[in-house]
């Protein structure tokens, strides 16, 4: 047919549904509309995945295996916090303050570990509501069935834009061209038919033809699986998104025995180990309706600890190695010992329960089903520091302060002559000499007695009566004020220094062995003592020759009405304390408590405060009670007496 005689009779095709009525006034092609192509899928396949849909249920905890739970306890046997209950710790999020407060400062990696079957974490996710295309792009082997829908352009004499369904006896209807069987026929091939079937009517046209909505197909999911059951998914998904729909296995599922049953053909196994530690898909085939997927029961398991980089449960096939479980296991941490690794049987439990592997003439050593295979770090286990070099930090009144590395079994006297020696301003008394496993054992002991000291305010607020109104506020106030006091001492940490214990006289340091991190400052030579604390003035004043404690408390304008001057104290440049109290005198302060005691450059002297002081009118109110009371008594013991 020619262009002329196909526009010559589109008065005759005004008549027919989908043309425009102005069609040949127009001038130019034809425009072909879609006729009205209702929904081809069955209602009663609509109506169940409806019901489908509402009956799906919400997502269940993850529920680890026997196995699982037997190498977790494993993992974290020995570790800070760790028990054998078979419950997950709570995260950040779920615990309370308390257990903040107590966890807080564990390193991470003394936290407990969760050991789970590789791959759980993939199944774990939300199954979707609707049936998803796993696969943006269909295949060219695509065999178009009843229910797929295309979308067909074509341009040139002839211009339509349609939809058309393929009905169930394989067609789908063009206007114009009438029917066209596609049953069949694949993607790559299907617009050379449509171009074939339409020329027999137009001439001198282009098309193209894509697919539009996907037919559903209904497959089945058996077997050691989460919701086994029917599930219509499109015609474009794959067995692993099937299995995403169904949640995937159970504990007892195997990942890597998985059949697709296609009627009488053999079925095919799929290992999903392929996709998860490779990302291979060439064995996830796409469903057909009526495909069965069956989960076998899961075949023989070991777990992989210790320092490498995914730690798991992970499932075996026949003739698997040692090296097989390390791949698996993303291979050693950065800090993991390579050369060996540690392998726990359940046969020889009863016996030698742990035998040690050499690597890598051990690397094709086979694997049993209870294997438990640990892999060692070598930062976890505290190393002979006799035999190490030492990274010290050298500041202050050196000739050349910095970083340095030492050699084994160096002191403090050869890391001051490596650092050049003193310079004339050196105060060699005021040395501030910082180490880090004596911060860290601070910090250790400084939260114990905390905790000791608000279990001991806890347990005195609880067992206190009171009496009155009076009495239940001020033990109220006490209790807030002392809740601040434990958060302000929390707020404190410890910074290592050592106590040299240095005479002002002194001319050297110690000879100390160093440790990894030390740290050395040596303070210029400082002018001024400092008094602070419940005195008139408190500041900073000149040091002046040989002065006493006490002539630097009269520069301050001595204590106040409410200082306790049986308590003062003073804090030496070298770390060390003299206090008031070590004194052994009978006077009070004001009649030489430290008088007489030189002071050195750079004390810091200090005076506290008080405590529990009370005013004259509640003495007065005190002793009245106690007089009333009195007299209530000897009233009571009279009149017994008449």
Known sequence: MSLALAVGSVAQAQQMPGFPADAASQGGPIRLRQQGINNLRDPAVRQEESLERNRMETRRPYRPGEFE????????????????????TPSDADRTGKERETFGDVDAANRRIEIRRF????MAQQEPEEPTDFSSLVPPDYLLSPGDELVITMWGSVDADVRAAVDRSGRISLPRVGPVMVAGVRYADVAEVIRRRASQVFRNFDLSVSLGQLRGVRVYVTGFVERPGAYSVTSLSTVAGALLRAGGPTSAGSFRQIQLRRGSQPPVTFDLYDFLLSGDRS??????????????????QIGVIGSVNKPAVFELRANETVADALRMAGGF???ADRSRVAVERLDDRSSVRVTQLGLPDSQ??????GDVLRAFSVIDVAQPMLRQNKRVRIEGEVLRPGEYIM??????????AVAGGLTPSAYLFGTEFTRESVR???QENYERALRDLETEFTRATSTQRTSSADEAAAQAARSAATSRLVERLRAIRPNGRIVLELMPESGQLPDLALEDGDRLYVPPRPTTVGV?????????YLYGGRRSVDEYLRLAGGPTKGADVRSVFVIRANGSVVSGLQQQRSSIFSEGNLAGVPAEPGDTIFVPEEVNKTTFVQNAKDWTQILYQFGLGMAGIAALRN
Do not use: C, K, W, Y
């Open 69 to 88: 739970l037997f190498v977790q306890r494993l993992a974290n046997a020995g570790r800070l916090g760790a028990t054998t209950r078979v419950d997950t």
């Open 119 to 122: 791959g759980a974490e993939l």
């Open 283 to 300: 064995g996830d085939r796409i469903l057909q309706a009526g495909d069965v997927i069956h989960i076998g029961a899961v075949g023989a």
């Open 333 to 335: 941490s950065a800090v």
């Open 364 to 369: 094709s050593v086979a694997l049993a089903s």
């Open 407 to 416: 050699p084994a079994e160096s002191s403090v006297t050869d890391a001051l």
């Open 440 to 442: 860290m054992t601070q």
């Open 532 to 540: 602070f604390g419940s005195v008139f003035n408190g500041g900073s």
